[in-house]
């Protein structure tokens, strides 16, 4: 193990190895950023609450489905929608 040193955490005192900076067990580490970062959330489309980080306004589902209405319209609004067609091909060719 290099760079590792032996550490107690601060909050249970178990040895863990980790540089050091670190100050938790990996343990702890993970409550307190459940503590501080993840919380409980209401997406704004539905209601339903979550768990989140600190820039997330919508449920998984939600976000999944509005980032592919925005890609569709994003491609219809450039004109690169749609099926090639012999039009198509001939518009490209001039």
Not at 61 to 90: C, E, P, V
Request: with cysteine.
């Amino acid at each position: 193990m290099t760079n590792k040193t032996m550490l107690a955490c601060q909050v249970c005192g178990e040895p863990f190895y980790g540089s050091r900076d670190f100050h938790y067990c990996p343990a702890c580490a993970r409550g307190k950023k459940l503590d501080t970062v993840i919380r409980i959330r209401s997406c704004q489309d539905c209601g339903i609450e979550f768990y989140g980080g600190q820039s997330v306004a919508w449920t998984v589902h939600i976000r999944h489905s509005r980032q592919q209405t925005g890609s569709t319209k994003r491609l219809a609004r450039s004109g690169h929608w749609g099926a090639l067609t012999d039009a198509s091909f001939a518009a490209r060719s001039m």
